[in-house]
């Protein structure tokens, strides 16, 4: 899922990466399991987003990633 999100934002559709909630739901299970691999494709998924990080979208990832990112 998350590398589906991170093909949305690659594709110029960050939208649909974050608002079908995709994001939040990897993000979520990554914090469960304490997945590296969901951490390591979030990570991924951040990088691609970097060029809207100021947009609404933008922010709205970095508010999904939080949990993610706070033990990093």
């Given at each position: 899922m998350s590398r589906q999100a991170t093909a949305a934002a690659a594709a110029r559709q960050?939208?649909?990466?974050?608002?079908?909630?995709?994001?939040r739901?990897?993000?979520?299970?990554?914090?469960e399991t304490r997945s590296a691999r969901?951490?390591?494709e979030l990570a991924t998924l951040e990088r691609a987003m970097r060029p809207r990080h100021d947009a609404p979208v933008g922010r709205d990832l970095?508010?999904?990633l939080a949990p993610v990112t706070e033990g990093s």
């Open positions: 960050p939208d649909q990466a974050v608002e079908t909630e995709i994001a739901t990897v993000a979520t299970m990554a914090v969901m951490r390591q970095t508010e999904v």
